[in-house]
């Protein structure tokens, strides 16, 4: 069974904290996505990745980065923690030039409480 | 901006009713409709997609209609079984960029 995995699934961190959100995949995906989810507000994309070494801003990259230095890793930064970065974090992934067909595959996500 | 408008935020359907939920949108690149089905504690999974070259899809108790002129998708659950209960996510994509935009999403109950 395919597999997005997040490593956290609870996480509190303080303000101004730098928190590192870890997503990997074990099929061989070239592009992964980071969205945040938010009552009323849906998902939005935060940044996504093509492939290794590779990054594109999404909707929402104000206050986040990434790194993607392994194919199967993708790492989302927060650079300062603040409180409206409270929220839930997905990662997913899917095959190059297949997401019309197959669809994402989402991790079970991060919610993270910044107090 | 929000790319998609979804209605309603919320549904209550008695078991064996219909569920529809309605998304519109007005950028016309989009070539990718898909729906996604979320469970508490759970990400968001592929329930059924359609592609804007034809008016419907069915899958089991689950049909996409697509109306194309009117920018507009709808998802329909046939006979709402309380195992249906979860949030849906309409989505569009543009296949030559491979990122989704989402809905803000529909939190459905299906009452036994």
């Known amino acids: 069974d395919v597999k997005v995995t997040q490593s956290s699934r609870y996480l509190v961190k303080r303000t101004g904290e730098k928190v590192f959100l870890e997503c990997v995949q074990d099929m061989d995906h070239e592009n992964m996505f980071w969205y945040r989810q938010d009552p009323g507000l849906g998902l939005r994309l935060i940044y996504f990745s093509y492939d290794v070494k590779m990054k594109e801003k999404g909707d929402i990259p104000e206050g986040y980065s990434v790194s993607r230095e392994k194919k199967e890793r993708f790492s989302l930064i927060l650079e300062s923690a603040s409180t409206n970065q409270t929220s839930m974090y997905l990662c997913?992934?899917?095959?190059?030039?297949?997401?019309?067909?197959?669809?994402?595959?989402f991790g079970s996500g991060t919610r993270l409480t910044v107090v | 901006q929000q790319q998609v408008k979804q209605s309603p935020q919320s549904l209550i359907v008695q078991k064996g009713g219909i569920s529809i939920i309605n998304c519109a949108y007005e950028n016309t690149a989009f070539d990718y409709f898909p729906w996604y089905q979320q469970f508490p504690g759970k990400g968001p999974a592929l329930l059924i997609a359609?592609?804007?070259?034809?008016s419907e899809k069915k899958e089991g108790r689950f049909t996409i209609s697509f109306n194309k002129s009117a920018k507009q998708f709808s998802l329909h659950i046939m006979d709402s079984q309380p195992g249906d209960s979860a949030t849906y996510f309409c989505a569009l994509m543009n296949t030559g960029f491979q990122k989704l935009v989402f809905g803000t999403g529909t939190r459905l109950l299906v009452s036994p």
């Open positions: 997913a992934s899917t095959p190059s030039g297949t997401a019309g067909n197959y669809g994402y595959t």
């Open positions: 359609i592609r804007p070259d034809v």
